[in-house]
């Protein structure tokens, strides 16, 4: 089987279903829908995002024995949710760009994007009411979608708790690995693995699998975000998308620095918290960036601090920690196959 092939062909659904669930709307206020359809990358003019996390779910469902087409609607879900986030994220982080264009507030305004934002997490709900059909109108499939439901929204919280943390180390230099890992996951991991336990609960009705499910997503979640930390930090914008050292420039507490500024030489540790200190925002709600120089002389620390390789290797141990769950499900077929290489190049470090 073509790999590649299977996962464009099973993006391109997830797109058009995403699509219907955008079209379904009112025509007098179409210019909102085509705010939210350029956010997606929805439009001719994108490059359209990678939909990793709706991908995941439905190669989950199909590993477990369904069809993916089936579960199409919470992959949408999952997708709406995701990006109802990041635009409420590039509002509070100040960032102008996301996938080499400008962002929702960039060009409407923030009161635009905060309702875009709101709008999106109302579709995603909306979206897993779909699942509902004439054929699982059963009291049981009744149940299970209200406890995705539930689910759903108690990650939703999680999401938002996860962004006060982070938003909230803006202002200290004493954040800790535990704390870090604690906002990631529930910034990060808790959709990824929220998204993977739906799909499962959709396919199974065996409690162990789904348990094992979100715990493989779970932890994936949290080596893909250590893996983006290093993108954000040391990586160009052609390699990842992201401006070059964006991270570093507008001074996030990602892994690399904590870890820097608790392990990094005496005088390197010093200048880092110099460096990494709290500044004004400016007049328009963006971040005030570091300098080339500094952010220079920033990612000198962090390399002979030997930050790159800790967080790599803390990547590295949750991918594996998240391929053994996978592996004790035993998966038969191309399905384990596809799973395992879908993990693989999410996190490719």
Not at 251 to 256: A, C, G
């Amino acid at each position: 089987m073509d790999i590649s092939a299977e996962f464009s062909r099973l993006i391109e659904e997830i797109e058009e279903e995403m699509a219907a669930v955008l079209a379904e709307r009112s025509a007098s206020v179409a210019p909102l829908y085509e705010m939210l359809t350029y956010h997606l990358g929805l439009d001719e003019e994108a490059a359209g995002g990678k939909r990793i996390r709706p991908l995941l779910g439905l190669l989950v469902y199909q590993a477990l024995g369904g069809d993916p087409r089936r579960a199409l609607p919470g992959a949408a879900a999952v997708e709406l949710g995701h990006n109802f986030s990041l635009v409420h994220d590039d509002i509070e982080d100040g960032d102008r760009e996301r996938r080499h264009r400008p962002t929702v507030w960039a060009v409407w305004g923030i009161p635009m994007a905060i309702n875009a934002g709101d709008a999106l997490f109302a579709l995603s709900r909306l979206a897993f009411y779909r699942l509902r059909t004439a054929e699982n109108e059963t009291e049981e499939d009744a149940r299970r979608i209200l406890e995705l439901m539930q689910m759903y929204d108690e990650t939703c919280l999680a999401l938002c708790e996860g962004q006060y943390l982070d938003m909230s180390f803006e202002s200290r230099l004493d954040v800790s690995v535990e704390e870090y890992l604690d906002m990631i996951g529930k910034k990060t991991a808790s959709l990824m693995s929220a998204g993977v336990q739906a799909a499962a609960m959709l396919a199974s009705r065996d409690e162990t699998v789904v348990e094992a499910m979100r715990r493989f997503g779970f932890d994936l979640g949290l080596a893909f975000q250590m893996a983006d930390d290093v993108k954000g930090s040391f990586w160009e914008s052609t390699d990842s998308g992201k401006t070059e050292a964006g991270d570093i420039r507008r001074r996030k507490k990602t892994l690399p620095v904590i870890w820097a500024l608790s392990n990094a030489a005496s005088a390197d540790a010093d200048r880092l918290k110099q460096l990494f200190l709290p500044v004004p925002r400016a007049a328009d709600g963006s971040a005030a960036s570091m300098t080339d120089e500094e952010t220079a002389e920033a990612l000198a620390i962090l390399e002979r601090s030997g930050a790159r390789e800790y967080t790599l290797g803390e990547a590295r141990r949750f991918r594996d920690r998240a391929i053994a769950e996978l592996d004790q499900l035993a998966i038969p077929g191309d399905s384990g196959a596809e799973l395992a290489e879908l993990v693989h190049r999410m996190v490719a470090v």
